[in-house]
């Protein structure tokens, strides 16, 4: 299906995300300009399998970008890549180029400029957000993204399974310690201990 008006992606954000924000607003801008530098016109059609979406913080903005890309989490589309940015990076796998995009600090002092008269913050950027242009909202830098094979969607191997907990491993995470072939929480890079 082809692209959406603004109006249309806010109300899928809305339901997708469970309120309407500026952040919401900020992220559609961001994917669709995204896909308009890449040239990809139908991104959960036609285009949906040569898209990736790398996201870099795990804010409201992150949630209304797989409503424009269809790029999800369980389809291995989405990457999320903890810098604390308010930046995102849609890669063109068929092309192999990628764009990166990064909210401009200076939007929200643009916001505050062109509304003045709507004291809540949010609501004066969520009318600034809608109107401004590309340009005044986004930073753009094209890049370059090494996706590894067993990175790209649709990767295919036999698990491994770790030697130390027994526990199944997908896409190529386990490592080789001494020898032994463990998971990452095995090989000391856990983000729990058990109790
Ligand atoms: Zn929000
Ligand atoms: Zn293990």
Same mark, same amino acid.
């Not at 796998?93 to 764009?99: C, I, N, S």
């Not at 990175?151 to 080789?176: H, L, M, N, T």
């Given at each position: 299906?082809?692209?959406?008006?603004?109006?249309?992606?806010?109300?899928?954000?809305?339901? *997708?995300?469970?309120?309407?924000?500026?952040?919401?607003?900020?992220?559609?801008?961001?994917?669709?300009?995204?896909?308009?530098?890449?040239?990809? *016109?139908?991104?959960?059609?036609? &285009?949906?399998?040569?898209?990736?979406?790398?996201?870099?913080?795990?804010?409201?903005?992150?949630?209304?970008?797989?409503?424009?890309?269809?790029?999800?989490?369980?389809?291995?589309?989405?990457?999320?890549? &903890?810098?604390?940015?308010?930046?995102?990076?849609?890669?063109?796998?068929?092309?192999?180029?990628?764009?990166?995009?990064?909210?401009?600090?200076?939007?929200?002092?643009?916001?505050?400029?062109?509304?003045?008269?709507?004291?809540?913050?949010?609501?004066?950027?969520?009318?600034?957000?809608?109107?401004?242009?590309?340009?005044?909202?986004?930073?753009?830098?094209?890049?370059?993204?090494?996706? *590894?094979?067993?990175?790209?969607?649709?990767?295919?191997?036999?698990?491994?399974?770790?030697?130390?907990?027994?526990?199944?491993?997908?896409?190529?995470?386990?490592?080789?310690?001494?020898?032994?072939?463990?998971?990452?929480?095995?090989?000391?890079?856990?983000?729990?201990?058990?109790?």
């Amino acid at each position: 299906m082809p692209l959406k008006s603004l109006a249309e992606y806010e109300q899928l954000a809305e339901q *997708a995300h469970g309120h309407l924000c500026a952040g919401q607003i900020l992220g559609i801008r961001m994917a669709v300009y995204g896909l308009k530098l890449l040239g990809l *016109a139908d991104p959960t059609g036609a &285009d949906r399998k040569r898209l990736v979406t790398f996201v870099e913080i795990d804010r409201c903005v992150t949630d209304a970008i797989p409503v424009v890309t269809g790029c999800r989490l369980g389809k291995r589309a989405l990457k999320f890549r &903890d810098f604390g940015k308010v930046a995102a990076t849609f890669c063109d796998l068929e092309r192999d180029r990628a764009v990166r995009i990064l909210a401009r600090e200076s939007a929200r002092a643009r916001a505050r400029e062109l509304y003045p008269e709507i004291p809540n913050g949010n609501q004066q950027q969520m009318r600034a957000y809608r109107e401004l242009a590309d340009e005044e909202l986004f930073a753009v830098q094209w890049v370059h993204v090494a996706l *590894a094979p067993e990175d790209i969607p649709g990767y295919k191997a036999p698990r491994a399974v770790c030697a130390q907990c027994g526990e199944a491993i997908s896409f190529r995470r386990e490592v080789v310690r001494d020898r032994r072939t463990v998971c990452r929480a095995c090989a000391g890079q856990s983000y729990y201990t058990p109790l």
